[in-house]
């Protein structure tokens, strides 16, 4: 049974960080790319980061680049995504993924499992 759990969320000030995590169990880690997602309320889930098998290939939503990086540790079977320089608007719950073929994009449709998701609050 496939388990992704984030944890790390939680109220911060604007220009603060916070660093979320996702543990998986259930899955061989390291062929599966990872990503995560955040979703407000009466919006759709957006994508935020995704970052490949090896960890070397990364890519950002274009509100975040430069803010937040992603990182995983296959070893642990942990995904992170480190973020910086909040702001108000990254207020939302996040979500972790993962995408068994490995290919890693920005649509909620190419992965095929889901944490529950974490609250982060930013407050300006």
């Known amino acids: 049974q496939v388990q992704l759990v984030e944890s790390g969320g939680g109220l911060v000030q604007a220009g603060g960080s916070l660093r979320l995590s996702c543990a998986a169990s259930?899955?061989?880690?390291?062929?599966?790319?990872m990503g995560w997602f955040r979703q407000v309320p009466g919006k759709e889930r957006e994508f935020v980061a995704v970052?490949?098998?090896?960890?070397?290939?990364?890519n950002y939503a274009d509100s975040v680049k430069g803010r937040f990086t992603i990182s995983r540790d296959n070893a642990k079977k942990t995904v992170y995504l480190q973020m910086n320089s909040l702001k108000a608007e990254d207020t939302a719950v996040y979500y972790c993924?993962?995408?068994?073929w490995g290919l890693g994009g920005s649509l909620r449709e190419s992965y095929d499992y889901w944490g529950q998701g974490t609250q982060v609050t930013v407050s300006s």
């Open positions: 259930g899955l061989t880690f390291s062929t599966y790319a």
């Open positions: 970052v490949r098998r090896s960890g070397s290939s990364t």
């Open positions: 993924a993962a995408d068994r």
